[in-house]
């Protein structure tokens, strides 16, 4: 069993920035893809980015295009999301998440493995 624990979250202003991680362990872990989804209150899980988890082909949701930038360590089985000039309607929950079929990682219905979530805050 494969597990995924987000820390990095936290209470920012707008305009600023937070570094998200998720370290994943337990056996083998060798996904297709790897990649962070959102939700907000009353609002339904939202895609945000994810990468191959080989050949670092990356994709974005487009309300966090150019502000938000994934990157792993194959070695430290580490998952990252580097979110710059953030917005009140940043403000989530961020889920990590690994899949192991090979489809375009942009699906949570496709998603195998989810941690517990790590809160994001922005203030105006």
């Known amino acids: 069993q494969v597990q995924l624990v987000e820390s990095g979250g936290g209470l920012v202003q707008a305009g600023g920035s937070l570094r998200l991680s998720c370290a994943a362990s337990g056996r083998t872990f060798s996904p297709y893809a790897v990649g962070w989804f959102r939700q907000a209150p009353g609002k339904e899980r939202e895609f945000v980015a994810s990468i191959m988890w080989n050949e670092g082909t990356t994709y974005y949701g487009d309300s966090v295009k150019g502000r938000f930038s994934i990157s792993r360590n194959r070695v430290a089985n580490t998952l990252y999301l580097q979110m710059n000039s953030l917005k009140p309607e940043d403000t989530a929950l961020y889920y990590c998440?690994?899949?192991?079929?090979?489809?375009?990682?942009?699906?949570?219905?496709?998603?195998?493995?989810w941690g517990q979530g790590t809160q994001v805050t922005i203030s105006s």
């Open positions: 998440a690994a899949q192991t079929v090979v489809a375009v990682p942009a699906d949570p219905k496709r998603v195998d493995y």
